[in-house]
């Protein structure tokens, strides 16, 4: 399958396009802000020797992550999608670990990742990485508690855990592109650029100072 997946993780952004003449390749431009991501395209596509036209599909990391990443990685992605026409395949990073893992022991897990504020965030998923429900904010004693019941545990990028034996998993756009594919070899439909949205867990940790209105009059 011939597909261009975009994320922005927390070195930067990342880009990877699966299905050209290399199979695939990922590029990254760690430091860089989200305005890297356009360049960063159009220099992945040209070193797959790919363009969009030959594109099947769009995939993008929702999140969780930081408010800025995940949105700017999704409102370039629906941009690119209103631009060509190309369907999307949004995947958070618990269901980019999902799809890796079971690709080669399918069975029910518990996918766990950080959700900052000292929480972490916990979706269970069936065979074949079927979500069972959606992802859940933890805290961490709540979070063992379920790890100890559980038949298989994944970490997604999480370093420090003071939990039972887990495996672990680091995601990039090259097992983002390699998820969405999965999904798509299964048949799961990809979506309108539209209706690609962030996965937010909480408010966003920003609020307007005390006595002064968000918009002003005049």
């Known amino acids: 399958m011939r597909l261009l997946a975009l994320r922005m993780g927390p070195a930067g952004p990342d880009v990877a396009l699966l299905g050209g003449a290399s199979e695939l390749v990922r590029r990254e431009r760690p430091g860089a802000r989200a305005e890297a991501l356009a360049p960063l395209v159009a220099a992945t596509s040209s070193e797959a020797g790919l363009c969009f036209a030959d594109l099947e599909a769009l995939a993008v990391a929702t999140g969780p992550g930081s408010f800025t990443a995940s949105r700017a990685a999704v409102a370039a992605v629906r941009a690119l999608a209103l631009a060509t026409g190309l369907r999307v395949y949004p995947l958070s990073s618990l269901e980019v670990a999902a799809e890796t893992v079971s690709e080669a022991e399918p069975g029910p897990l518990l996918v766990l990742a950080a959700a900052g504020r000292g929480t972490l965030v916990g979706q269970r998923f069936e065979a074949g990485a079927v979500p069972v429900g959606p992802p859940e904010l933890l805290e961490p004693a709540v979070a063992i508690e379920r790890a100890r019941r559980a038949e298989r545990v994944v970490l997604v990028d999480l370093d420090e855990w003071a939990g039972p034996a887990a ?52």
Request: charged share 25%; net charge positive; no cysteine.
């Open 167 to 218: 495996r672990r998993v680091r995601t990039d756009a090259a097992s983002l592109a390699r998820a969405a594919a999965a999904r798509a070899a299964r048949g799961v439909p990809p979506l309108p650029g539209p209706a690609v949205r962030p996965l937010y867990l909480r408010p966003p940790d920003a609020r307007p100072e005390a006595g002064r209105p968000l918009v002003t009059a005049g």
